[in-house]
């Protein structure tokens, strides 16, 4: 033990001096040692840094020492993929990202080993491609932290991350949302994350600075229910004036009953009180649910579309929550593989993101860490995707053998006829059949020839001449 309490001292002492920032962590994820190039890097000290436990997460409702320490985290596979190329970032000045690129070796041996991680690469205010087969969980740890970081509202991305138009829309309407604090209109289809998203849009400052968010589900709630919550929101303003009130959340509000209509609306037009609203409902509402009411609890509306509509967000969906359930008292996920994300990518969802975020929630109470594999992934998920892939089954093509024999028959006697010009004795003779029979099979309408001589005229087939 003293031997290597030496080593590890002299590595400290070789690389305390280097100009590149390098540190030192353990499989439990916590900052053991940090050179001084590090601690400048990232302006702490190095007891400050190494009081922290890394996190392998791009969450935005976390202090600015965790928010530093996540973002040195390596990827947590950089365990069993030694050596390990990533990227590490911190907020610079002026409001930007700053990432550098990075290299990860396990030393230590298998009895204590620690990840030596040496930051070498420019900063860049956007992470570029690592080109390893391992890179795309990394790169999607790096995107979604950008999409984090540039976010003005710092609520946590997990169910709107991606890339496509509409997810970039809904961000921007969110941050628009948690800054003017308007009513606020959210719809999609059951399931697509509306409940979610309107907790983020109140809690975005603090649950101090935002108070309660108080939730009335219309699908039950009558206009006497309604009346005596909003009552008590009314009471509370006129007591505590100063102190957050607050907010009213609607949820499905397209079945909100007309007498708890005309209740809600009576409290929204008193003048002496600014009742504010968050509204959920289906895509559906905007045409069902009154004018009047729309226009008083929909100042911004943010409409979600089903995930079929968003599949390229799919990967960044995946990895966004399934690091949301990384901590620093569990083990941690790096990402998944790429089958695995493929095949996750081509399931229709129709739970849509609540099924996605139970699915990945299940996925990662059962398997081995750090990263996902496709035998990890439910097997009605894999049938499923397999089945859609396949496409409908082919219907069995039946032989009706009759029909067979006739069309191969007629084949051959239409070839015997116009071999011999038209001489039905000599298409006889060449069939192996009686004229008679020829003629017969010549007078189905099936046959497409035309027979000018009746079968009862040729019963003899003795005298073959008369037809040269």
């Given at each position: 033990m003293a031997t290597s309490r030496t080593s590890k001292s002299a590595l400290h002492r070789s690389i305390q001096h280097s100009r590149h920032p390098i540190y030192l962590v353990g499989v439990d994820m916590k900052i053991t040692f940090a050179n001084q190039a590090a601690c400048d890097w990232v302006a702490m000290d190095e007891e400050s840094l190494t009081a922290l436990t890394c996190v392998y997460q791009s969450a935005a409702d976390q202090?600015?020492?965790?928010?530093?320490?996540?973002?040195?985290?390596?990827?947590?596979?950089?365990?069993?993929?030694?050596?390990?190329?990533?990227f590490v970032y911190k907020p610079s000045d002026g409001g930007t990202m700053e990432f550098r690129q990075a290299s990860g070796v396990i030393i230590g041996g298998t009895t204590d080993p620690s990840l030596l991680v040496s930051v070498f690469g420019q900063p860049q205010s956007r992470p570029g491609a690592?080109?390893?087969?391992?890179?795309?969980?990394?790169?999607?740890?790096?995107?979604?932290?950008?999409m984090q970081f540039e976010s003005a509202s710092q609520i946590n991305f997990d169910v709107i991350a991606g890339r496509?138009?509409?997810?970039?829309?809904?961000?921007?309407?969110?941050?628009?949302?948690?800054?003017?604090?308007?009513?606020?209109?959210?719809?999609?289809?059951?399931?697509?994350?509306?409940?979610?998203?309107?907790?983020?849009?109140?809690?975005?400052?603090?649950?101090?600075?935002s108070g309660p968010l108080i939730p009335f589900d219309c699908n039950v709630g009558d206009a006497e229910l309604l009346q005596a919550v909003i009552k008590n929101l009314y009471r509370e303003f006129r007591r505590h004036p100063d102190e957050p009130l607050g907010r009213l959340l609607l949820k499905d509000i397209q079945s909100l009953g007309k007498a708890a209509e005309s209740e809600l609306l009576g409290f929204l037009d008193l003048p002496d009180f600014q009742l504010p609203v968050l509204a959920t409902g289906t895509t559906e509402c905007l045409t069902s649910t009154s004018r009047r009411l729309l226009?008083?609890?929909?100042?911004?509306?943010?409409?979600?579309?089903?995930?079929?509509?968003?599949?390229?967000?799919?990967?960044?969906l995946l990895q966004a929550v399934l690091e949301q359930g990384n901590s620093g008292r569990a083990p941690q996920f790096s990402g998944f593989e790429g089958t695995a994300v493929e095949c996750l990518s081509q399931y229709n969802w129709?739970?849509?993101?609540?099924?996605?975020?139970?699915?990945?929630?299940?996925?990662?109470?059962?398997?081995?860490?750090?990263t996902i594999r496709y035998s990890d992934i439910p097997s009605n998920i894999r049938i499923a995707v397999r089945e859609h892939l396949s496409g409908p089954d082919t219907p069995e093509q039946s032989?009706?053998?009759?029909?067979?024999?006739?069309?191969?028959?007629?084949?051959?006697?239409?070839?015997?006829?116009?071999?011999?010009?038209?001489?039905?004795?000599?298409?006889?003779?060449?069939?192996?059949?009686?004229?008679?029979?020829l003629l017969r099979r010549l007078d189905d309408p099936s046959s497409g020839m035309l027979n000018d001589e009746p079968a009862s005229d040729a019963a003899g087939d003795e005298d073959e001449s008369a037809d040269h």
């Open positions: 202090p600015p020492s965790r928010k530093i320490a996540n973002g040195l985290c390596p990827p947590p596979d950089s365990f069993t993929n030694s050596p390990a190329d990533f690592i080109g390893t087969e391992i890179a795309c969980n990394r790169e999607l740890h790096s995107a979604i932290s950008q496509s138009p509409a997810a970039t829309r809904i961000r921007r309407q969110i941050d628009i949302a948690c800054q003017s604090g308007a009513s606020v209109l959210i719809t999609g289809p059951p399931g697509s994350g509306r409940h979610r998203i309107a907790q983020l849009i109140h809690f975005a400052q603090s649950p101090a600075l226009q008083m609890v929909a100042t911004i509306t943010i409409s979600l579309p089903s995930l079929a509509e968003r599949q390229s967000d799919i990967p960044f129709p739970g849509e993101l609540d099924e996605l975020i139970k699915v990945v929630d299940a996925i990662r109470h059962s398997a081995e860490p750090p032989i009706e053998l009759d029909k067979f024999l006739a069309d191969v028959e007629l084949e051959l006697i239409q070839r015997a006829v116009l071999q011999s010009a038209g001489n039905k004795s000599h298409a006889a003779r060449l069939l192996g059949i009686s004229r008679a029979r």
